[in-house]
């Protein structure tokens, strides 16, 4: 045993820099959100938020509608917000309308480019239930 032990006293410091290199992460905090066409809820739009000002290896925090027309954002694991900041958004909706061509954004395409939608978000740090979203066509 007494043979192993410098070994094993080498291996330690070289287990600890492994268990540091992992995935950098900015703390998230649940945001809510609801998006309509400003008379009913808009269902299954992909929701997509883009940091302002970020590189582009920044996260999308991003989510789905469901048939209400509501949202959670989804950074790193299911439903656990975004990072506070500043955001454009982006949002598409994806149907297959015929069988023999791939699915076709259902929303005008402005809608489809966080530059030119219109839409922005603050997120704070802290739960952020934000105003819903008012697509105009």
């Not at 905090?29 to 998006?35: A, C, I, N, P, S």
Request: net charge positive; hydrophobic share 35%; glycine share 10%.
């Amino acid at each position: 045993m007494k043979k192993l032990q410098p070994l094993l006293l080498a291996l330690v410091p070289l287990m600890l820099l492994g268990c540091e290199g992992g995935e950098k992460r900015t703390p998230t905090f649940e945001v809510r959100g609801k998006l309509t066409d400003g008379v009913k809820p808009l269902a299954d739009v992909q929701v997509v938020f883009h940091p302002v000002n970020a590189g582009p290896d920044t996260p999308k925090p991003r989510g789905k509608t469901n048939t209400s027309g509501e949202f959670k954002l989804t950074t790193y694991d299911a439903n656990d917000g975004a990072p506070a900041g500043q955001y454009k958004v982006s949002v598409e909706l994806w149907k297959t309308v015929n069988a023999d061509s791939g699915p076709v954004n259902q929303l005008p395409a402005k809608f489809a480019d966080p530059e030119k939608s219109g839409l922005t978000a603050t997120v704070n740090a802290g739960p952020t239930e934000l105003q819903p979203f008012v697509l105009k066509k």
